[in-house]
């Protein structure tokens, strides 16, 4: 029942975000229309064929199109609107993994400072005169998983991680990774609006390099949080009770942290700090399909996907284009003040 149900509700989602994504590559200064940029999509398709001299990749549609028109879909609107589903996914099951973990419909894939993190090592990487290539995306990523890293550290001891300890250690690490934040951004000179800017979270700078760095991050630990839905969903019974139907409750967490750690790091490295994904799209899916993680981790993922495609769309189809984070926070923040006055974030 509970395949059959997930396997239902991915289908749709996914039928739901290929339209989407579609209805997002129309938008932008050039007026291509539904066709073209289908005939576009699909011509970038390629499939590997096995030849007598090894894998050649093919494509095994070829409509006849503007060369233009074909040249702006594949190379500048689609790396964009694939990063940002892949920044959505990762976002949302990140988030859905942390509500399930603190069993608090109020956490998120920053509670524990990783998304702060990042923040430190992008604005570190901007402030200082440094050029690597890659180097931004990298230093984000690192910012992220040693702020996962140090709240885990500080937060367990004799080998047992308490939530409330764990919950407590975030703030604080966020709080302090915040004011330091702050000082280099003093200290930024001609260097501050791009440290700003990133700090909003935004997707102008996305590349195939970038989707190929992070799509198999986000994939691989998707299947990781996968793996640990049915003990996730003991760990919302309490620790005592997980324990006594078996689970290694200690064990379990270390391995949800560390997914979680990791795809919401590989997101903001590539993304910059987009707010209340990981928030609100878990907490409408528990609303529709109930609180089981074995089916809410995967239309948590691919509905923040949509979300995120969707407000990227709307945040640059004005007549000046703005960071996607400005978009979320707007429409997220009114949304949740609307569950907080109808009670529904209390309980899980």
């Known amino acids: 029942m509970v395949v059959r149900r997930?396997?239902?509700?991915?289908?749709?989602?996914l039928g739901l975000l290929f339209v989407t994504m579609l209805a997002s590559a129309r938008?932008?200064?050039?007026?291509?229309g539904m066709w073209e940029v289908t005939a576009a999509t699909l011509n970038g398709i390629t499939i590997p064929v096995l030849w007598t001299n090894g894998i050649e990749w093919i494509s095994p549609f070829s409509f006849n199109i503007d060369e233009s028109t074909e040249l702006i879909i594949q190379s500048i609107r689609l790396p964009r609107i694939v990063l940002g589903a892949i920044v959505g996914f990762a976002l949302a099951a990140a988030g859905t993994v942390m509500q399930g973990f603190f069993r608090n419909p109020m956490a998120d894939p920053s509670i524990i400072g990783i998304s702060?993190?990042?923040?430190?090592?992008?604005?570190?990487?901007?402030?200082?005169?440094?050029?690597?290539?890659?180097?931004?995306?990298?230093a984000a990523f690192a910012g992220g998983l040693g702020a996962g890293f140090l709240v885990y550290a500080i937060a367990t001891e004799d080998g047992q991680t308490p939530v409330a300890t764990l919950l407590l250690a975030g703030i604080a690490i966020q709080t302090l990774l915040g004011a330091m934040i702050s000082y280099l951004l003093l200290h930024a000179g001609d260097s501050l609006e791009e440290a700003v800017y990133w700090l909003m979270g935004h997707l102008h700078h996305s590349s195939w390099g970038r989707v190929q760095i992070a799509l198999p991050i986000a994939l691989v630990m998707f299947v990781w949080l996968l793996v640990y839905t049915r003990d996730l969903n003991a760990l919302l019974l309490g620790e005592e009770e997980a324990h006594g139907l078996g689970i290694d409750v200690q064990r379990t967490k270390q391995k949800?942290?560390?997914?979680s750690s990791v795809i919401t790091a590989a997101a903001v490295a590539v993304s910059g700090v987009i707010g209340f994904v990981g928030l609100i799209v878990p907490h409408i899916?528990?609303?529709i399909v109930g609180p089981d993680h074995r089916i809410l981790l995967p239309v948590s993922a691919l509905a923040g996907a949509v979300f995120l495609v969707a407000t990227d769309t709307i945040a640059r189809a004005g007549p000046s284009e703005m960071p996607v984070g400005i978009v979320t926070a707007a429409?997220?923040?009114p949304f949740f003040l609307y569950l907080l006055r109808r009670q529904e974030v209390y309980s899980l």
Do not use: E
Request: cysteine-free; proline content about 6%; overall charge neutral.
């Open 116 to 138: 702060t993190g990042a923040a430190l090592g992008a604005v570190t990487y901007i402030v200082l005169p440094l050029s690597v290539p890659g180097g931004l995306p990298l």
């Open 285 to 287: 899916m528990r609303l």
């Open 27 to 32: 938008v932008g200064y050039a007026d291509i």
């Open 6 to 13: 997930t396997l239902a509700w991915s289908a749709g989602l």
């Open 256 to 259: 949800l942290l560390a997914g």
């Open 331 to 333: 429409l997220g923040a």
